[in-house]
């Protein structure tokens, strides 16, 4: 059984971030373990920027956006150097294991650490959702919810002087942020790189529907396409309607964590710690069918994850 180890967050902060972290640190000490906090990732681990955890020092946090530990994206732990001084920083603590938690990026410093004898288990924390072994990640759903609400609001406006909104949302190269909040906000159509689009086809929509007594619109971007600026002001060209271009930005990864992802933060912590409390390595948690689950690191990064084509038709198909 181990008897000391780390938690790190690392790559972009998420919500749900500080639950999981306050799941490893108490699940480790009911276990009779040292845990130390590592601050600003890997950065953290090579720069020796660390400090022991008690029940205290994640008291308070669950509800908290962010990360209490900081993160930061580390090009010194690419190499091997880098490697082998976040190795001896583990060595001089006791550190026999690690919770990483974070993306993809993170997950390949945790199979590098597994590989120089430092167990890891990665926790997916990024409200991309983006993690092929997961249905699910930490920060999703409130990302989700912030991009929706915030869509809310400018629908208000939209409706006040009969505009289009041409609305850019999070979730770096995948659409699942943006055909999820397309759906949730009504938008009359969600571009993503997933399924071609046309825009003479969005135009000829728009002004179907105007005709039809509709006076305000909402369309979705996703990141991955970007150019909604452009978009906007091709749009007014073509319908002759009011458009206006609104990226949503960073607010979307900010915010106190929602019921769903302070629970599955926690619950994925927790199985964690009990990975490496039998010696286990070099795994990603995930959530299948709504059941925590674990993979071998290499594996999981091979994986591809489907894109819900059906429920981005649905949008289209309910839209008015």
């Known amino acids: 059984m181990m ?86 920083t583990c060595k001089k603590y006791g550190i026999e294991g690690v919770v990483v938690i974070g993306g ?59 505009r289009c909104s041409v609305v850019e949302v999070m979730g770096r190269g995948a659409g699942f942020i943006a055909v999820n909040t397309g759906v949730a906000s009504g938008a009359l159509e969600v571009i993503t790189k997933e399924i071609p689009y046309d825009m003479d086809a969005i135009a000829k929509k728009m002004l179907e529907y105007k005709a039809k007594g509709k006076q305000n619109f909402i369309i979705v971007v996703a990141e991955s396409i970007g150019h909604t600026e452009e978009f906007a002001k091709l749009i007014q060209e073509k319908t002759g309607i009011e458009t206006r271009a609104t990226i949503l930005g960073h607010v979307q990864r900010g915010g106190s964590p929602t019921v769903r992802d302070r629970v599955v933060a926690t619950e994925m912590g927790y199985y964690a710690v009990e990975l490496l409390e039998q010696g286990i390595g070099n795994r990603v948690v995930g959530m299948q069918a709504n059941k925590i689950v674990d993979f071998d690191i290499q594996e999981a990064l091979s994986m591809t994850k489907p894109y819900d084509e059906r429920l981005h038709h649905i949008a289209e198909d309910v839209a008015f």
């Open 3 to 88: 008897k000391t180890i780390g938690v790190l967050t690392s790559g972009g902060d998420a919500p749900g971030m500080n639950a999981a972290v306050r799941a490893v640190v108490r699940t480790a000490l009911k276990k009779g373990m040292t845990v130390y906090g590592i601050k600003r990732g890997y950065c953290g681990l090579i720069e020796d920027d660390i400090e022991e955890m008690n029940a205290m020092s994640v008291a308070g946090i669950i509800n908290e956006g962010g990360t209490m530990l900081y993160t930061a994206r580390s090009a010194e732990f690419r190499t091997e150097e880098g490697v082998l001084k976040a190795v001896e």
């Open 104 to 162: 993809d990026g993170s997950f390949r410093g945790a199979a590098d650490l597994s590989a120089h004898g430092i167990p890891c288990v990665g926790l997916p924390g990024t409200i991309d959702n983006d993690i092929a072994c997961t249905e699910y990640t930490i920060g999703y759903d409130t990302a989700m919810n912030t991009a929706m609400e915030l869509m809310d609001k400018l629908s208000d406006t939209s409706q006040s002087h009969y």
